[in-house]
């Protein structure tokens, strides 16, 4: 499976509230989408060419065959999705109130029950990157364990590239917030790759200088940091040299899967390397430049799969 990109973690149901500015109490109104990170993921390596599975558990129940279905039109792998003829698909709904506040609702199902023993690992570990980057994986058993000791395993056995992002979301882990720090540095110090919003930096680090910051990741054991940096660009270091990658300029409607957009395409080019964990700082650089460029297109655009562009696009695109 060389080139192949597999990305575990969480695939469910979004339900959009689209009455402005209220709260899920009085919003009426909701558009279903295909969401989770790791799935936006594989949906964007797809999209500019690459070759992408994904590994995680829906429901056998409308909703999961929803999302199967939406992946497959990607062109993504699902044939190690599992599917639970048990638990429910997990639903987000979501609202934004006039605030800028989220209004969320998260009714957790299928995808917090992946068990160790439903991965097949000789499967798993002979893709040529692994991405870690799932919001929800970490938060309770059986996954958190299925998810810890997968890495683990990759990162014992010398795999060929191992990317982590730990996806802090602050409605997820309200007063939980030393148990994230704790899982996102034991991820971070196995990592090839680790990719942050400048948030995440420091809260993992607890430095408030950037340089610092990411200097603690590397100590920890991370091989590579890029911290995403909005509008800003991208931050990349490989422990010995900090570059700041310039993004483009554009008219943003909708940041909605800008940083999913952003690893999926960086991991479409590494994936693309015979010897990934042995990428050359400049041509990292030059990856993330590319990948800077996606996820502003992104931004041009709504919703998080439906925004992603293809290879062409990404080439014809002026800001």
């Known amino acids: 499976m060389a080139g192949n990109v597999i990305c575990v973690g969480e695939l469910i149901i979004d339900f959009f509230c689209m009455d402005i500015d ?28 690459g070759r992408s599975s994904f590994a995680g558990k829906v429901g056998d129940d409308p909703f999961g065959h929803y999302l199967k279905a939406a992946l497959e039109e990607e062109k993504v792998d699902t044939s190690m999705l599992l599917m639970d003829e048990e638990a429910r698909t997990t639903l987000a709904f979501v609202s934004l109130e006039a605030s800028g506040e989220r209004d969320f609702v998260f009714n957790r199902g299928a995808d917090r029950l992946v068990e160790t023993n439903e991965i097949d690992r000789s499967r798993l570990y002979a893709a040529s990157v692994l991405h870690f980057g799932s919001a929800t994986a970490l938060l309770d058993d ?58 995440e930096l420091h809260l993992m680090t607890g430095e408030a200088d950037r340089t ?17 940096l909005g509008k800003n660009g991208t ?40 010897e990934p964990k042995s990428v050359p700082f400049e041509q990292l650089l030059s990856f993330v430049e590319f990948a800077n460029k996606v996820g ?9 799969i439906a925004a992603l562009p293809t290879l062409e696009e990404v080439n014809r695109f002026r800001a």
């Open 235 to 274: 931050l990349v270091s490989d422990g010995r040299a900090l570059v700041q990658v310039p993004s483009i300029r554009v008219q943003s409607i909708d940041s909605t899967g800008a940083g999913d957009a952003f690893v999926g395409a960086l991991l479409q080019k590494i994936s693309g390397l015979n």
């Open 212 to 228: 610092a910051a990411v200097r603690s990741l590397h100590e920890l054991g991370a091989k590579r940091v890029c911290v995403t």
């Open 142 to 199: 059986p996954f958190r364990s299925t998810y810890v000791e997968l890495m683990q395993g990759a990162a014992e056995n010398g795999f060929p590239f191992l990317s982590f992002d730990p996806n802090y979301r602050k409605d997820l882990w309200a007063g939980r917030m030393p148990e994230f720090i704790k899982l996102a540095r034991e991820g971070a110090a196995i990592a090839d790759l680790v990719k942050v919003s400048e948030e």
């Open 296 to 304: 502003a297109i992104v931004c041009t655009k709504v919703g998080a």
């Open 22 to 49: 209220v709260d899920l109490i009085h919003g009426e109104q909701f558009v279903k989408k295909a969401g989770g990170a790791p799935a936006n993921v594989s949906a964007a390596i797809a999209r500019l060419g």
